[in-house]
């Protein structure tokens, strides 16, 4: 039995691979998440997919898990959890590219609650974009956009019509947006639930410019310095990817980039990878 896993910041989507079985928890990311929340989210998977032996191994991809002592913390909570040895955790970057691009050459992006990108050889990931997290960083993902959101309407920089629209979507004050950004707990995920209100009203000039303006700036910082290793197309996996996908291939068409892939979910591809091998 393989048990595979792609945790990203706001959801963890795990998958048996051989009968397909899936189930969603919340995002499992080791910067955030701690020890009692990653047990009781592996108790409900081990529950809703019957697990009674530890006779499989895991394989966990997941946000927050570049360095090494996060990939041993998570590492360990899966042994913990599931009563296996057999665990391997894995970057959410190296998921997208094994999901996308299998065992071919390919420049593969991740855009979602945050976002990276990568050039990745059909084996392991050469260059990656240098990640500086959700308050440095995440350019062009549903976190950015919900950072200019939030910023736009606080400081009443954001049209008054689609002001008031905000307003009447979130229903909370602007002490409560400030403590849900900077005393709340996960700050990304609730930036990137702002992002919505962008891809729902992205007819209005002022959203497809938010919209426009951060995918811009992804491009610059994140994709541009990876196109001077080869001439590949752009792989792209995120449910936020997914929702402003038009937007998305023009933007970066529009910067002589051709797009070839955008998933919202790389559990399918995962699971063909590693039913093939």
Not at 30 to 49: G, M, S
Not at 180 to 202: C, D, E, G, M, T
Request: proline share 4%; hydrophobic share 40%; aromatic share 8%.
């Amino acid at each position: 039995m393989i048990l595979i896993a792609d945790s990203g910041s706001t959801k963890t989507t795990w998958m048996e691979v051989e009968s397909g079985n899936m189930v969603v928890t919340e995002g499992l990311n080791p910067h955030f998440t701690t020890e009692e929340q990653f047990l009781v989210a592996c108790n409900v998977v081990r529950q809703q997919l019957s697990i009674l032996n530890s006779q499989f191994s895991i394989t966990f991809y997941g946000a927050g898990c570049g360095l090494p002592a996060q990939r041993e913390k998570v590492a360990t909570w899966l042994a913990k959890a599931f009563g296996t040895s057999v665990v391997h955790v894995e970057t959410d970057m190296l998921a997208a590219c094994r999901a996308t691009a299998g065992d071919q050459p390919a420049l593969v992006a991740i855009l979602g609650t945050g976002s990276n990108a990568c050039l990745y050889d059909g084996l392991q990931i050469r260059h990656q974009a240098t990640s500086t997290g959700y308050i440095l960083g995440d350019r062009g993902s549903a976190n950015h956009v919900g950072r200019v959101l939030l910023n736009d309407y606080l400081a009443h920089h954001m049209p008054s019509d689609l002001r008031l629209m905000f307003h009447d979507t979130y229903r909370m004050s602007d002490a409560q947006l400030m403590d849900a950004v900077y005393h709340q707990p996960n700050p990304n995920r609730f930036l990137a639930s702002l992002a919505p209100f962008a891809v729902k009203h992205i007819a209005e000039d002022y959203c497809r410019s938010v919209v426009t303006k951060t995918l811009d700036e992804w491009f610059t910082d994140a994709i541009m310095p990876l196109m001077r290793n080869g001439d590949f197309p752009l792989s792209v996996v995120g449910s936020y990817a997914k929702a402003i996908e038009p937007t998305l291939r023009a933007v970066m068409e529009g910067n002589g980039l051709k797009v070839s892939t955008i998933v919202a979910d790389p559990i399918v591809g995962l699971r063909r990878f590693h039913s093939e091998k």
